[in-house]
């Protein structure tokens, strides 16, 4: 008897867990295609030098999913016990650092290996086209990621 109840324990835990790491994972997939496309967009017609018959819009699926799924599964197994602020400030560090190396990686694959950037030029281009869109949608997703702490933490002062 015993044995069942942990069993239904485990799975109970397991399909939270999968439940959990799903719904991070369409929020950050959704929102990475949005800031990729928002902030390199303007280079989608050019030729990538990585894979020259790799569209822009496969690009950034492809770089949309890798970021989901690692990401989704970080964010699920952070401790929830630390402080919520301290999280969120690890979320938002990640999720910048990564989006800002995925634009560099556009940049660089599409535009600046067909010329002749150089890595201040790379990184000053990079910070321009991509400030507005990375700070505007780390937060929205910030914010859809962890809606129920505000939700919990506001809800109960009423």
Known sequence: MENKDQLATLKTKTISFLKRVSALGIIIFVATFLQLHW??????????????????????????????????????????????????????LLLISIWFFWDYSIFVERESSWSTYLFNEEIHYVIYYSALPISTLSLAALLFINHQLFIKKYGEQR
Do not use: K
């Open 39 to 92: 902030s390199m967009g303007h280079l989608s017609e050019s030729m990538s030098s990585a894979c020259l018959e790799c569209w822009f819009v496969e690009d950034v699926m492809y770089l949309s999913l890798i970021t989901a799924l690692f990401l989704g599964i970080l964010f699920t197994v952070l401790p929830s016990q630390m402080n919520r602020i301290f999280i969120m400030t690890v979320q938002f």
